[in-house]
């Protein structure tokens, strides 16, 4: 064995899982978890448990995988990590934990996702759950979404004792791990609704198709339902379109619209009501990780699909790891590329998409170079379906209902980072909703910090 | 999971329902509309609120029975439950926010065609309790397919019914009904409030522009979630791309894009069609939507 490089995973072969939904991943096995393992050097000033937004003792449970006591591994992970099998497989590692291994300055770093991601697996294999040992406190906390950052803020508050609920707007739990990351990333029953059901263990309750802002407001919540604390982890789902001509037209959607059908809705299952068009070139527009899930997603609905995206490979702010599956898969990448107008036929129908070739210029504010267009370089790409994916903001439901609610001119709330408070008492918020479009692993930093501040206020308040 | 306590038929494919949802019945108003799904595999609908009874905590639904989810809706029955019911979603009529006192001095026109008779119902009701007479004209193919014409009797001040084929009220249509009113019998209306199918308000609202009576449109485009994150309600209204359910579902009629509205109800026919025919063929069905494979 090669100390110098990751132990490799084995993986579902590019042409046979671009035909179906299974998990593109297999993760390692028992035996491949424990050489993995051996990696690791346990160093005292562990740099990885600082690369990790939420903490987690990382030498700690990568020592006791390597003596195969795999049920104390997972618990070390549980006290800092409510979604150890969600954070295993879509956390981007390579910039946080992995990005710091001191392994990795000389050859590979530990490969500490797919480990966690093991330890995971086995505890949901072998029917380890959570244990609760606080008392009980009568106090109670609402949590606004369940998505990665409430169903961190509830489990944590649950831990210390609080009754917690857990509002949703939709018709399941789980919010952006169900509607928008695809089942060959992230499978839904084998994975994110066993971790919901260890977070309802803790004592959590979930009351699903109640909007907050719509069907009850944060004041509702405070002074007629008894809710002593809030949490407000909404997330951002607000599509954003590109405002060019023909944008409207039949075929063209937001990408929260296409993986919404098809994962939340299951429309990719012939038993399920829900439709979808996927036409027979399809192109997504956009170069990030919900780009990437929903070019990959139209491709085993058995489209042609092309990534059009207007800087270059250099500059995709999409994780490394799905810009390489999907190359695998035999996803197109038109870079340098940026849509100038959708054309339609007669019907309104999408049957192209006009499109200008793109140069890099000098960096712009973010740091990246600017893309800027190559007059006279329009040319025609023949497709049937265009998908948005430029990113989401935060709805304004619940800024618009709250009074006192303070927000910044893109809409998100402001909360402080190291406790969630908002400008409301008793308020407290994080995640997507805060930041705008960012990661599952922030948005669970952001719901630890939020059960924080809930727990300091609450306790100064009692 | 959500009780169907009251199921009734009002003509051919038009089914109402009250359903117990008391959270939304406690908050729900005139204009909003809330989202149903049948069952676990269910396509999420949305449907505007008809009516609502807060003492009771249920929400009065109509809906026609025209697709796979409708037809699914419409198998259900008194007793049954519906797995999720949400709402009230979008913004509730401008009318019921105003200031009763203001509309008093204002003649309101409601005109409702169809399937939309049901939503133009609860805010003549509104209307009518908070003191504020209007006129409504009401329209379907036939008599028949006429619905709620004694509940828009009781709360109109003069109830106007144009059927294609004149087998109730006058024969013709909606627009032919307002154009008599205003330039016939001189009505003046301040404003002017239409629900119905997309061509019918298109015509609607081509009309009151030339007249000159503002009118406010209520659009029911395809959705999933109902809440902002989709944007497949979106439609152009004068130069703005709106959704149509967190901007409205109301919207200034003489600004908006019916053409392209129309064009994007389109969008899953195909795959609707075949949805269809397997609910309606069900042990029969064997794979004449030419799609599903059917026995193999």
């Known amino acids: 064995m090669d100390m110098f490089k990751k132990i490799p995973v084995s993986e579902q072969e590019p042409k046979v899982r671009a035909t179906n939904f299974g998990e593109v991943c297999y993760g390692y096995t028992k035996e491949e978890a424990v050489l993995e393992a051996g990696r690791c050097l346990n160093c005292k000033n562990a740099k990885c448990i600082v690369g990790c937004p939420v903490s987690i003792d990382i030498p700690a449970f990568i020592q006791e995988i390597s003596s195969e006591n795999f049920e104390k591994a997972a618990e070390i992970i549980a006290e800092s990590s409510a979604l150890p099998a969600v954070c295993g497989r879509v956390c981007p590692q390579e910039t946080q934990c992995e990005g710091v291994c001191i392994r990795g300055y000389k050859g590979e770093p530990v490969s500490i996702g797919k480990l966690e991601r093991f330890v995971a697996d086995w505890a949901r294999e072998n029917g380890i759950v959570p244990k609760v040992t606080a008392e009980k406190l009568n106090k109670h906390v609402a949590v606004i979404g369940s998505g990665p950052a409430g169903l961190t803020c509830a489990g944590d508050l649950a831990k210390l004792g609080y009754d917690v609920t857990i509002f949703e707007a939709l018709h399941e739990p789980g919010g952006v791990l169900l509607y928008g990351i695809p089942e060959f990333r992230l499978p839904k029953d084998d994975v994110v609704i066993p971790e919901i059901e260890n977070v309802k263990k803790l004592g959590v309750k979930i009351e699903t198709n109640v909007i907050i802002g719509k069907t009850l407001t944060i004041d509702e919540l405070m002074n007629e339902e008894g809710f002593d604390a809030v949490f407000i982890g909404s997330g951002a789902g607000l599509p954003s379109f590109m405002g060019i001509p023909g944008e409207n037209s039949n075929g063209v959607f937001s990408a929260n619209e296409f993986l919404t059908r098809n994962n939340l809705m299951k429309a990719f299952k012939t038993d399920y009501h829900t439709p979808i068009e996927s036409g027979k070139i399809v192109c997504v527009v956009g170069g990030g990780n919900v780009a990437m899930d929903a070019a990959r997603t139209a491709l085993r609905l058995g489209s042609e699909v092309h990534v059009v995206y207007r800087r270059s490979e250099a500059e995709l702010p999409a994780r490394e790891e799905e810009v390489h599956h999907a190359k695998e898969e035999g996803i197109i990448f038109n870079l340098l590329t940026n849509p100038k107008e959708i054309i339609a036929d007669e019907n309104g129908w999408v049957k192209g998409m006009k499109v200008v070739k793109m140069e890099l210029g000098e960096p712009d504010e973010s740091g990246r170079r600017r893309p800027v267009e190559i007059p006279g370089s329009e040319y025609l790409i023949d497709c049937n379906t265009v998908i948005m994916s430029l990113g989401t903001s935060p709805n304004p439901l619940i800024k618009n209902t709250t009074d006192g609610l303070e927000t910044n001119k893109r809409g998100c709330i402001t909360a402080t980072e190291d406790t969630g408070k908002t400008s409301r008492p008793g308020v407290f918020a994080g995640g997507d909703a805060v930041t705008g479009a960012a990661t599952v692993i922030l948005a669970m930093e952001a719901g630890r910090a939020g059960a924080r501040g809930i727990h300091e206020y609450l306790t100064e308040n009692n | ?296």
């Open chain 2, 1 to 296: 999971m959500f009780k169907i306590v009251k199921k009734r038929q009002l003509s051919d494919k038009v089914i109402l329902m009250d359903i117990e949802a008391k959270r939304v019945a406690k908050k729900c108003l005139p204009g909003e509309f809330v989202i149903v799904k049948a069952n676990e595999k269910g396509e999420r609908i949305p449907l505007t609120v008809c009516d609502y009874n807060r003492d009771a905590g249920t929400v009065t639904i109509v809906f026609q029975t025209v697709g796979f989810s409708t037809e699914l809706f419409g198998r259900y029955n008194e007793g049954d439950y519906y797995a999720d019911f949400v709402g009230p979603l979008g913004n509730p009529s401008e009318l019921v926010i105003e200031d009763p006192e203001t509309l008093k001095d204002k003649k309101i026109l409601f005109v409702g065609g169809g399937l939309g008779i049901a939503p133009v119902y609860p805010q003549v009701k509104w209307l009518h309790e908070h003191g504020i007479a209007c006129d409504s004209v009401i329209g379907a193919r036939n008599a028949d397919l006429l619905i709620l014409r004694e509940e828009m009797e009781a709360v109109s001040d003069n109830l106007y019914i144009a059927t294609d084929d004149g087998s109730i009220g006058q024969k013709g249509l909606v627009t032919d009904v307002i154009k008599q009113l205003v330039t016939e019998q001189g009505k003046k209306y301040d404003l002017c409030v239409t629900i119905g199918p997309m061509i019918m308000m298109k015509f609607v609202c081509n009309l009151t522009k030339e007249l000159g009576i503002p009118t406010v449109a209520s659009m029911n485009p395809i959705m999933v979630d109902g809440t902002g994150m989709c944007g497949a309600c979106r439609l152009t209204v004068g130069d703005e791309i709106k959704f149509a359910c967190v901007d409205g579902p109301e919207f200034d009629g003489h600004l908006i894009d019916f053409d392209e509205a129309m064009k994007r109800q389109q969008i899953y026919k195909t795959a609707e069609g075949r949805e269809m025919l397997k609910i309606l063929e069900g042990d029969t069905h064997h794979g004449g939507c030419g799609y599903c494979g059917g026995d193999k």
